[in-house]
């Protein structure tokens, strides 16, 4: 039992890059928060400037919004988007778009 428990661990850890992401509410707050308005609608843009998401993995997605919260990552638009965010607010977005293709 012990030993299943800590299969079932691993891949919620390895899937989502957090125990507490929340895709549901990384959905939620992919539309709330506006990234659908240059990211797409499915992390498909239709604007040549604003990088798809669809495809982009969890860890991808964390450690890009935490670089442009930061400023380790210079780009002043991503940088007033993701300054609001909190680190749950980032696993959650991470979780959302680590599902589209
Ligand atoms: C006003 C338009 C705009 C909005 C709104 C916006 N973004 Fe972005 N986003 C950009 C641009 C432009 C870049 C590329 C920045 C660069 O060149 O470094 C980017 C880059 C990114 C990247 C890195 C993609 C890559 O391939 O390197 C991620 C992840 C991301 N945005 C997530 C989000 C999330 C999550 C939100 C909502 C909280 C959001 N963005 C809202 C314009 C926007």
Excluded: E
């Amino acid at each position: 039992m012990k030993f299943i428990s800590t299969i079932v661990l691993a891949l919620v850890l390895g899937s989502s890059g957090s125990a507490f992401a929340d895709a549901a509410a990384g959905q939620s707050a992919y539309a709330a928060k506006g990234c659908i308005g240059c990211h797409g609608a499915g992390g498909k843009s239709m604007v040549p400037t604003y990088p798809s998401l669809a495809g982009k993995d969890a860890a991808f997605v964390k450690k890009n919004l935490t670089d442009f919260r930061s400023g380790a990552r210079d780009n002043a638009v991503m940088k007033a988007m993701a300054a609001p965010l909190s680190d749950a607010d980032i696993d959650n977005l991470a979780a959302y778009i680590d599902t589209l293709k």
